[in-house]
């Protein structure tokens, strides 16, 4: 028996999980569960539905009374970082955004092993999260999670180039992104996910953020990088090797597969997710990346070669830009226009962009000056 704690319970990797979880009672236990305050009735009854002892939200007490007596109840904004801190087998970090670098931190801090699906903890905070080696990271992106596997094939020092596929988005065969809706951009082809990963991977900035996850999480230089268009999700990733030989991992386009993996490992949870069909006729389409239509891999891979206090910067600043045009503030091509000028304003200021993070604190300071410069750039693009 395992002993799991999920944050992010309430969103779609975090329920997944929980359907993974009760499909093998035999194999785990929820001992901690925490989420926002955007589905507290969900919340409620995964607590009660997987007994759990604790969970934590950012909800106030008025809000969750009615848990009161049945389980203790954490709340505030470091909800998500104690509960991490719970001993336990593994910690499922599926919050979106740079809000789950604490509780990354935490839960590595405490001990744990971390199943991570939230990549923003590596993008806006690689150095920190690396420091306690990677010995205790388990990736869940899809994409990371067949490169670990395809890894174990062979030693490091025998990997030429790691190839990370992408869907291509919504919008990989149309040309003119100017008029885009909020509705066509949320329109994934292959994927159901949250709208803040639906429109990065629209833009393929989530393609550019997985590029510095690899980079931290697998020690291989930006230039032995690469990523391809995939558009049937079927193949997660590729890792060439010197020799000549790519090794790929395939299955269905399914989150419960990397989840199932991550959660298990060294173990396979069995029947995680289909297998592929075999006795029917299969298609596996690549086309190399259009950069003068999306620029945002580029744009990463220059602020990965820059360090983290770039990469941390491109992040926030993407985060509001995405925000902006959810909201109807900014055009879909103006998204990633915004973090470029950010990017780069923040590389002439007096600080600069190029170095490391030390701790949370540069993180937030990199972070409120980002959101400060992408504010002042949305307002000028406001339409």
Known sequence: MRDIVILGSTGS??????????????????????????????LFEQARNFRVPVVGTTASRDA????????????????????????????LNAITGSIGLGP????????????????????????????????RIIPVDSEHSALFQALLAGKRSDVKKLVLTASGGAFRDRQDLQDVTLEEALAHPTWTMGPMVTINSATLMNKGLEIIEAHYLFDIPYSQIDAVIHPQSIIHSM????????????????????????????????????????????????????????????????????????????????????????????????????????????????????GEVRDLADVSAVEENAHMIANRYIKELSH
Not at 23 to 36: H, W, Y
Not at 64 to 80: K, N, R, Y
Not at 336 to 354: E, F, I, N, P, T
């Open 104 to 135: 990354t931190l935490s839960a590595l801090g405490a001990g744990n092993r971390v199943a991570l699906a939230n990549k923003e903890s590596l993008v806006a905070g690689g150095p920190l999260v690396m420091a306690y080696g990677s010995d």
């Open 64 to 91: 969750w009374s009615e848990l009161a007596g049945e389980v203790a109840v954490i709340d505030g904004p470091s909800a998500s970082t104690e509960i991490a801190a719970i001993s336990c087998d593994i910690v």
């Open 239 to 354: 890792v060439e090797f010197v020799d000549g030989s790519t090794l790929a991992q395939l299955s269905p386009p399914n989150m419960k597969g990397p989840i199932g993996y991550a959660l298990g490992y060294p173990d396979r949870v069995k029947a995680s997710t289909r297998a592929m069909d075999w006795t029917q006729k299969q298609s596996l389409d690549f086309a190399p990346i259009d950069t003068s239509r999306f620029e945002a891999i580029e744009v990463a891979r220059m602020a990965g070669q820059m360090g983290s206090i770039a990469t941390a910067t491109l992040n926030a600043a993407n985060e509001m830009a995405v925000s902006a045009f959810i909201d109807g503030r900014l055009r879909f091509s103006e998204i990633v226009q915004v973090s470029k000028r950010v990017l780069a304003d923040v590389d002439k200021g007096a600080s600069g962009a190029r």
């Open 13 to 42: 990797i975090g329920v997944q999980a929980l359907e993974l979880v009760a499909a093998n009672p035999e194999l785990f236990r929820v001992v901690g569960l925490s989420a926002g305050s955007n589905n507290l009735p969900l």
